[in-house]
């Protein structure tokens, strides 16, 4: 088996809240990560793919192509964005690094297995303590 | 001479704008800075200081007591905040990395010299590949 | 599957060495890591655990109770100690970081599983050149 | 199940080509890797083993001899050296990431295997945004 | 004083060598790195400026445009290239790390000046062990 | 002018004390790094020199000796072995890094200028949250 991975990065803003729940709950739930004026972070997104080698190229993948669809259809959308607010895949769910991997795997996914290749691992860094890591369903 | 450095870090939203330019204008001037939703980062703080050392310790400052100091005085105020509207040393100033060096000078400039050492310099990394070093006027 | 990973981290003393073995031995098995006047390393802990996401917070776990579970567990026992003595679930044997994450991990699953959650990886970092990863029985 | 990781480095100069396609043909397939000229890279390597911890000594094996066997047997032949040209196991290979961890785990392999140990991943790091593992057929 | 500093990278290919003198002297002068085959690193370029702060933009200079200038001015002609053959800029000189700095200095220094900044320093990391300061005569 | 750095690393124990004060004074100054059954860290050095180019070489120094002066004078003695007790050079005195900066410089600064080039600054990161830069008296 041979994985390639790439790393992307974006810097965004979030809050973790829930509508239904006043800034009590969500304070209790979430802590400073559900100040209502936002907070942000520069996140690293590694995106891991598996296939055969080419023989003609000795690649799984080009990783330029992999990397142009990493930024087409996550990176785009968003880097200098509020992901609770700008990014459409996002609507209606908790910003959390858990369901933003989930997200971006359902982006990725389509584009990645057109090229023939299998979308492997997910990993988002939130902070250099921080992690994340999602292998789909 | 003897430098000692603490590095702590804050994750914050911000934006680049200015009220008096639309936004056409600020974007110009800022490019994907000035999301109106916001954005954010994990910035990185280096707190250099200067000093002699204490023969009883060996220290030239209890590096305990100088990450103390840097948290009452400013990580406490930016951390999961946003920089435009929470941090009270910020208003009314562009939130640029620079404003933000030169404002966390002046915030704990008269906490390290109550100590008897000297501030040398704010040094701050906004993504892996831009710093600003300030080291006062 | 989704996995969170939660670094933390100590500084330690230890030395490699067995009792009913000479000098001589010793630093023929252990080499420079036999010196009896010990030395030390920044270790570096990465924790990984899996679980459902919580629709309600959107989190597998609150990264900040899992954080205050290592800390409690582990890093109180570790940081700035010597293995060797100071350490009470590494009494007995020999302070290895193979060892160590065995017994790391011993300390704490019970935690871990006692909030729903699944210990999935111990990583222990020695130095940027070694590590070591356990993954259970 | 225990595994340990050891990182070496390495910096060797390399091309991407087919000598049965046209300098254009090379160039779309393989961008500015097509140099002629060549270009390089500070590879950093992983190797990963496994194996039984010996109760005598605290390891699944000494680090020490794991670095030896992966400096004698691979980075001896690719340090300062033209991956293309200076080394044997790639001769007859496209230089690319994928076909050289696959060279260097058969070059390590019969070594790992000769201590006792079973060889499960080499990862290669061509830069700080691309790497690429491999864990055997 | 103020500085904002720009973080690049280039992967290129060079060799330490002289001319006029024969293999055996190129290899006790520059050991390994005088391979005839040459080698290669991923090189790490910090672009150091200072300047007054523009009120308007609270920037000593906007970011992206120091970017551009370093990609157009060096990065175009280093990366993925041959240091010793391919680059205008080192003909005639031996490919040191000491030599590239300068070289660097000398042609990004008027497209800095020419936007109202001072260059400061150039500082290039060769491997993670190696790194050279450059502040001009 | 033109600065060289060279990184080298040692893993060492120590502890910060003083034999006229009783381990309540000790812990009070000291705190956890007081533990009397030591700690350690992995210290990365930075020693960084400054000089004339020498035009048939392009290099200021040979790095490869300058890292050999460096392991052969200080690392040798730091490496694997406890600051306090087994480190001549620190006998006498406080094992803290202001202390182990200066102690290092002094080591190395005769080695240094014997070559023709001269010492600017030994950095030391205890951590990589603490570091202490000497530039000597």
């Known amino acids: 088996m ?6 992307e990065q974006f810097s965004a ?7 239904n ?8 739930a979430f802590g400073k ?9 520069n996140y690293v997104l590694f995106v891991t793919v598996k296939g055969e080698i080419n023989p003609e190229t000795g690649f799984v993948v080009n990783i330029k192509k992999l990397s142009t669809i990493i930024k087409e259809t996550v990176i785009s959308k968003l880097d200098h964005k509020n992901i609770n607010i700008d990014v459409d895949f996002m609507h209606g ?3 959390s690094t858990e369901n933003l991997a989930i997200g971006i795997w359902d982006q990725l996914e389509p584009s990645i297995s ?17 992690y ?3 292998y789909g369903n």
């Open 33 to 41: 990560c559900s100040n209502p004026n936002w907070h942000g972070h």
């Open 114 to 130: 057109a090229i023939g290749i299998e979308l492997h691992c997910i990993k988002i860094m939130e902070t250099e303590n921080n």
């Open 93 to 95: 769910k908790l910003a």
């Open 21 to 28: 729940w006043d800034d009590e709950k969500n304070l209790e």
């Open 132 to 134: 994340i890591e999602y």
């Open 13 to 19: 803003a979030h809050r973790l809240f829930r509508n």
């Open 2 to 7: 041979i994985l390639i991975t790439r790393r």
